[in-house]
T-cell receptor, first 113, second 112 residues
């Protein structure tokens, strides 16, 4: 079963613009991770944020986590055509899901040059 | 460092035929996962190994799916017999003690 729900399902922007994707989940978590998937490189881990963290940065990526609302957002700044991919959030609950990753359905991002 | 290796990359079979997928995780990674990803969905866990022990196979359809990880290194996932609904991408991932998982390129299975 899938825990996370990404929003929007699809997003199309111009190169240089910022892209924001949201993820909502249902149960308590220990951490939340974002992954990118494109046809060339498969699923790649982008960033992990723990339940006691509110914001994390990695290069052009900014992730926020609001555990009271059970939601997270991924912001990609100054997007590039190479950012075109599907983005998935995945939650980890050491108790409920035995530490397994539970993925959402993903947001399909298209960045036009 | 070599990544997670999977083979074959693509497989087309007739329904009721058997099929097997192979995965070699990153060297030193004790935990190995098999996922199934249907079109337009996120990956869903089938089975997780800690070394050679299957610690979570609750989502593995055991009537037709089987997996093994002999010697705690590489792993094989088998479907016998395959059904039309088994068409999907089968992903293998591995991890060490950290939470991050490293995924292979996947095997795209088409059942006709």
């Amino acid at each position: 079963s899938q825990q996370g729900e990404e929003d929007p399902q699809a997003l199309s922007i111009q190169e240089g613009e910022n892209a924001t994707m949201n993820c909502s989940y249902k149960t308590s978590i220990n951490n939340l991770q974002w992954y990118r998937q494109n046809s060339g490189r498969g699923l790649v881990h982008l960033i992990l944020i723990r339940s006691n963290e509110r914001e994390k940065h990695s290069g052009r990526l900014r992730v926020t986590l609001d555990t009271s609302k059970k939601s997270s957002s991924l912001l990609i700044t100054a997007s590039r055509a190479a950012d075109t991919a599907s983005y998935f959030c995945a939650t980890v609950n050491y108790g409920g899901s035995q530490g397994n990753l539970i993925f959402g359905k993903g947001t399909k991002l298209s960045v036009k040059p | 460092e070599a990544g997670v290796v999977q083979s074959p990359r693509y497989k087309i079979i007739e329904k009721k035929q058997p099929v097997a997928f192979w995965c070699n995780p990153i060297s030193g990674h004790n935990t190995l996962y098999w996922y199934r990803q249907n079109l337009g969905q996120g990956p869903e866990l089938l089975i997780r190994y800690e070394n050679e022990e299957a610690v979570d196979d609750s989502q593995l359809p055991k009537d037709r799916f089987s997996a093994e990880r002999l010697k705690g290194v590489d792993s094989t996932l088998k479907i016998q017999p395959a059904e039309l609904g088994d068409s999907a991408v089968y992903l293998c991932a591995s991890s060490s003690m950290a939470d991050e998982q490293f995924f292979g390129p996947g095997t795209r299975l088409t059942v006709l």
